[in-house]
């Protein structure tokens, strides 16, 4: 999420990075921001969502007029209506001063619509609408306004899954969908983190007027080990946090013992899941498999792991991890159960670094 220029010789901040998914956003940003296309950004939160959406604005036409950013899941109802299109004075009760709205603020430059699927369905026909038209109609007036706005919309939700479900428009889907771009969990290109750490150093060292840092060779490694359920901004949070509460110029592990302590956690857990005995195998290739609460409920997490408290992420990992080995890896079983679909599942293997090589070596679903 974090942005340099140190990798490129782009003129602006942007995601940082020696990793094969930072280099190909980069690239993917040189080669759409002159278009007009829509974008839909897609990635879990605190990936960098808004910052490929800003680079997109800096490195177009638009650049010299305004970027704007809404965040579809604060407001709700009429006044998320006036919000994006403006009203006139006396349109409702508070109404004293006629407003103009993000659509007409963001004329000539660009539209950052984050958290999209948070939006009512009355309010995604409106955008469909403008999108479609290039108008809009502020609350109380009878007048269109012509405005001039590439948009930008991100959202960590799986917008195919909520089409289906009846929650978000097929046609501003597609709308929007012109151009995709999905960031990376943290964790999926750790290669990344120095320096990023490095950069997030600079800036906080800088914005609070302390000397810049250094991170030790074994924190570097200690950063790379934890799986940064965060992601980017969890990182940040974390730096910060150091950079406000350390004299030394060289950071340590000591400065990052509550870091340490989930990082083992990690490993602990990982090292189990890599060492369960396999399922013995059953003569039918596909045998039914149960999903039973009580079958399911009767779960312990390891002896080292109580009296802690687990995060959410902890425990989803944990009921994706044995929902594979339940169903002995079968994927399309395992969504069902789980009531996701199979690319959200796949998500969350990749997002856990979940080992699902047992799927290939001839592992069959237990019996009931």
């Known amino acids: 999420m974090s942005t340099s220029t140190k990798n490129t010789d782009l003129p602006f901040e942007q995601i940082v990075g020696v990793s094969r998914w930072a280099e190909g956003v980069r690239k993917q940003i040189r080669q759409i921001a002159s278009t007009p296309a829509s974008v839909l950004i897609i990635g879990p939160s605190g990936t960098g969502k808004e910052v490929i959406a800003r680079d997109i604005h800096a490195l177009s036409h638009r650049s010299g007029c305004p970027f704007v950013p809404v965040d579809c899941a604060a407001i709700t109802g009429t006044l998320f209506e006036s919000h994006m299109f403006g009203h006139v ?19 000539g430059g660009t539209l950052f619509l984050d958290e999209i699927g948070e939006m ?13 038209q290039r108008v809009v109609t502020p609350v109380g007036a009878q007048q269109e306004e012509p405005v001039d706005v590439r948009v930008v919309a991100a959202t960590n939700r799986d917008l195919a899954e909520e089409v289906r479900a009846g929650r ?12 995709p771009i999905r960031t990376e969990p943290l964790a999926s290109h750790v290669e990344d983190i120095p320096a990023l750490a490095d950069h997030i150093l600079q800036k906080f060292s800088s ?9 030790s060779p074994e924190v570097a490694r200690e950063l790379m080990r934890y799986d940064w359920p965060g992601n980017v901004r969890e990182l940040e949070n974390t730096l910060e946090r150091v950079v406000c509460s350390t004299d030394s110029e060289t950071l340590t592990a000591g400065d990052f013992s509550e870091l340490k302590s989930l990082s083992q ?15 013995a195998p059953v003569s039918q290739d596909e045998a039914r498999v149960s999903s039973s609460p009580e079958e399911l409920t009767d779960w312990e997490f390891d002896p080292q792991f109580r009296g802690q408290w687990l995060r959410i992420e902890e425990v989803e990992r944990e009921l994706v991890r044995r929902t594979l080995e339940h169903t002995s890896f079968n994927q399309t079983t395992a969504a069902k159960l789980l009531g996701l679909d199979r690319m959200a599942l796949r998500r969350r293997i990749h997002k856990y670094s979940l080992d699902t090589s047992a799927s290939r070596r001839g592992r069959r679903p237990k019996p009931c």
Do not use: N, W
């Open 89 to 107: 004075r006396g349109a409702f009760t508070g109404a004293h001063h006629a407003r103009v709205g993000c659509f007409r603020a963001a004329d």
């Open 120 to 132: 009512e369905l009355a309010m995604q026909a409106k955008l469909l609408r403008t999108l479609q």
């Open 168 to 179: 978000f428009r097929e046609d501003l889907y597609y709308r929007l969908k012109v151009i």
């Open 207 to 215: 914005l609070h007027g302390l000397l810049l840092k250094q991170l």
């Open 265 to 279: 956690m990690q490993d602990a857990r990982a090292a189990r899941s890599t060492t369960d005995p396999p399922a």
